[in-house]
């Protein structure tokens, strides 16, 4: 094991600062920070080897090796993008253990989520397995934020339209129903997470809804790019395992193999219905200090549901990392301190 990355600001930050802009300006520093944001919520897990060609080779970027190494430097150890570039030694170490010692090419890119979560890491990996990666074009990397944040298509708009005739909801806050859902099919692809994650904020979603939402979800689904399929979507897949006789696991969903548990069912919306008017009565005993404090965290559709959404809100949902100091005030990182063995 090897010590996790140090994260700096300010001064301390300078020694990594110093040397990138010397041979990349600003402007290339923030571009090939969105690029990486994009190529680590498509991919997941990625090489930085393999990182390094797409920006060389698909979007033509001017970067030398040596160039990007100390891009990667300054990264590492910045707070800059929800991503980090390190060795599995690293996201597993602790901070009393050496530092790493592996070369900068044979580190991988792994978004945040699964640094803060390492058993979410470890079944990525698993379900990625031997698939190849979705050789993705330039034209899709300049759309990222199409591509990875909301991919609307027509499968997506028929969901949308879907709950907007059964929740009576505008547009705005039906689609992000539709995006909760699919933020959570990246990390759990079944049916009923799926309606977990929109009952979140729309509990009179009722059975007889899910019922019919079943083609819905699964054509979202089946054209969606998972990281679990290394960019490929469930149909791609699919596709590939019929023309090459390869045999990958797709997440591949049969609307008419979908079942509900009418009685589990039931108490999913029971419990939904509890949360919901828990929150409403939170929200009439603190009314608009809760409310703003809420909304500078969270930009889900619950957080829109219960509060609105109020003009030039940050967008930022805030968990708690495991190389952050622990809420408990102990002055250890939370994973040597509560968060040990999460």
């Not at 990666?133 to 300049?142: H, N, S």
Request: overall charge negative.
């Amino acid at each position: 094991m090897a010590k996790f990355p140090e994260k700096y600001d300010g001064e301390l930050l300078e020694k990594f600062s110093a040397p990138l802009s010397e041979v990349m300006s600003d402007e290339q520093r923030e571009r090939i920070t969105g690029y990486l944001e994009s190529i680590a919520d498509l991919y997941g897990v990625i090489p930085v080897r393999k990182v390094y060609d797409i920006l060389t080779q698909i979007l033509g970027e001017d970067i030398t090796e040596d160039s990007f190494v100390k891009f990667m430097e300054w990264q590492r150890h910045s707070w800059h993008g929800h991503f980090s570039m390190i060795t599995e030694d690293e996201l597993f170490g602790y901070d009393d253990e050496e530092e790493s010692d592996a070369e900068p090419f044979d580190r991988l890119l792994v978004p945040e989520v699964y640094i803060e979560f390492s058993e979410d890491y470890e079944s990525l990996v698993e379900s990625q397995a031997d698939k190849p990666y979705y050789e993705i074009t330039k034209e899709e990397l300049l759309d990222y934020e199409n591509l990875v944040e909301f991919p609307r298509n027509e499968y997506t708009e028929a969901a949308t339209e879907f709950l907007m005739k059964v929740l009576g909801e505008d547009h705005e806050t039906a689609e992000g129903h539709i995006h909760d859902m699919m933020i959570g099919l990246q990390m759990r692809g079944d049916y009923e997470s799926a309606l977990q994650d929109i009952r979140f904020s729309a509990p009179d979603f009722s059975t007889e809804n899910a019922r019919e939402f079943i083609p819905y979800f699964a054509d979202v689904k089946n054209h969606l790019r998972l990281s679990v399929n290394r960019g490929f979507t469930p149909e791609e897949l699919e596709k590939m395992n019929a023309e090459n006789g390869t045999s990958y696991v797709t997440g591949y969903v049969k609307a008419d193999e979908v079942t509900i548990d009418e009685e589990a069912d039931r108490r999913a919306i029971e419990e939904a219905t509890g949360r919901q008017d828990a929150f409403q009565r939170i929200r009439d005993a603190f009314g608009s200090d809760l409310e703003a404090d809420m909304m500078k965290h969270d930009d889900s559709a619950f957080a829109r549901t219960l509060f609105g959404t109020p003009e030039n809100t940050p967008v930022r949902v805030t968990k708690i990392g495991r190389n952050e100091p622990c809420p408990c005030g102990s002055g250890k990182k939370y994973k040597k301190c509560c968060g040990k063995g999460k």
